[in-house]
């Protein structure tokens, strides 16, 4: 099922939260929608979902516009950050209960609601613990079982707000793993937040970076991280080095070295990116970095360190 975003806007008050947002996700690919906090990502998601309205523009599923569609009628799975799992059902009844309260000419007998809830336990690895509840789970576990029942009504699209964010990182880990190895057996097309950028490269087909209610890039995992579109998304997609230098002549100069026309330079490991008429340009250096000298701006000193 694919999902078209068109020209969305979203305002809260006088505050402007998402600026004619546009994008498009094709079926069967998982999406992460990346960020630091107050950048719009999980607004957008909620408004993909059905749970919030936009201001302005159109939601599509596989070209069918459900912008006026209630978040019921979208067939929509979502899963929350904290599970929202209902704490006096067990973990089967859990994941049962969105097929037993479908409208009666939809809805399955018993007997199919038990196949069908016992392949998913099976499936999310959860059989053994089919009658326990919320209370008596890890943190991985009561996430799996709220993947479970997203998954049990068997909805078009899948959408995640930061699934992993309250476990811990090796919990994390595992669970990125199974939930690709999932998305590449039910081929589902997915959606899902996130502010870890590791999160989002290893998991996802697609890196969308936001910034303040903008999509600053929309690419695969390694083109972001290689060629960045902005600032914001060389220095959002991890640590690097500024060097700041002035412009003389048509030329870009650090100390005693010169490049084409440039504003900034940042450097990550091997890689290079400089800015030159506000076009981020990035490219491999095959070169390694014998000694350094830094300075530091408070205090103002000099350090020299070998490599």
Not at 226 to 242: D, H, I, K, S
Not at 295 to 303: S, T
Request: net charge positive; with cysteine; hydrophobic share 40%.
């Amino acid at each position: 099922m694919s999902i078209e975003i068109a020209n969305i806007k979203k305002s809260f008050g006088r505050t402007q939260v998402l600026n004619d947002i546009s994008l498009d996700i094709p079926s069967g690919q998982m999406v992460a929608l990346l960020g630091p906090s107050g950048s719009g990502k999980t607004t957008l998601l909620r408004i993909i979902a059905g749970l919030e309205h936009q201001t302005s523009g159109h939601i599509r599923f596989h070209g069918t516009d459900v912008s006026r569609l209630h978040a019921r009628d979208r067939k929509v799975g979502f899963v929350f950050q904290h599970y929202a799992l209902f704490r006096h059902m067990t973990v089967f009844d859990n994941i049962a209960f969105g097929l037993t309260v479908l409208p009666r000419r939809e809805r399955p007998n018993a007997a199919a609601i038990k196949a069908k809830v016992t392949k998913l336990l099976e499936m999310v690895q959860l059989a053994h613990l089919a009658d326990r509840y919320p209370a008596q789970l890890s943190g991985g576990q009561k996430q799996r079982v709220a993947l479970a029942r997203a998954l049990a009504v068997e909805p078009q699209i899948l959408l995640l707000d930061e699934p992993f964010g309250a476990l811990d990182a090796q919990v994390r880990k595992e669970l990125r793993r199974w939930l690709r190895q999932l998305h590449e057996e039910l081929k589902f097309t997915s959606v899902f937040v996130t502010h870890d950028q590791e999160e989002a490269t290893e998991v996802a087909d697609r890196v969308v970076v936001m910034s303040q209610g903008n999509i600053e890039q929309a690419d695969a995992p390694n083109q972001v991280w290689r060629e960045p579109a902005t600032r914001f998304v060389l220095e959002f997609m991890g640590e690097v080095n500024r060097l700041q230098g002035t412009i003389r002549g048509g030329q870009f100069h650090v100390g005693a070295h010169r490049w084409p026309l440039a504003t900034h330079l940042l450097i990550r490991g091997r890689w290079i990116s400089s800015c030159a008429r506000g076009k981020w340009i990035s490219a491999a250096v095959p070169v390694s970095i014998r000694r350094c000298r830094y300075r530091y701006w408070k205090p103002a000193r000099k350090v020299t360190t070998p490599n």
